[in-house]
Nanobody, 125 residues
């Protein structure tokens, strides 16, 4: 399974970006999908995830600004990011897990075994 993240870039504070993660070699049916980010000098943190079924789960600091979605028919997941802030600057990674996930672990990086290469998001003030 390979994941390819794209859509990062440079944007001013208050702007928007849409990240895309295309998967090949596996179906997104019945899998958990997630977005993570890692800023320089910081640990990787979970931004948003969708368990096998159900609604998205969000990091508190992005709730109301970011929206995660998935298109199982296209084996693609998305992260719509609105009202971006300088503190959102990071490399963003997509990840999937092909077995059932406990909701409390949905935003934990250790829960995922397939990762994309990352796409850089830079938000200027």
């Amino acid at each position: 399974v390979q994941l390819q993240a794209s859509g990062g870039g440079l944007v001013q504070a208050g702007g928007s970006l849409r990240l895309t993660c295309a998967t090949t070699g596996g179906s997104l049916d019945y899998v958990a999908v997630a977005w993570f980010r890692q800023a320089p000098g910081k640990e990787r943190e979970g931004v948003s995830c969708i368990p096998t079924r159900g609604r998205g789960i969000y990091l508190s600091s992005v709730k109301g600004r970011f929206t995660v979605s998935r298109d199982n028919a296209k084996n693609t997941m998305y992260l719509q990011m609105n009202n971006l802030k300088p503190e959102d600057t990071a490399v963003y990674f997509c990840a999937v897990r092909f077995t059932r996930i406990v909701l409390s672990m949905c935003l934990d990086p250790s829960s995922y075994n397939f990762w994309g290469q990352g796409t850089l998001v830079t938000v200027s003030s």
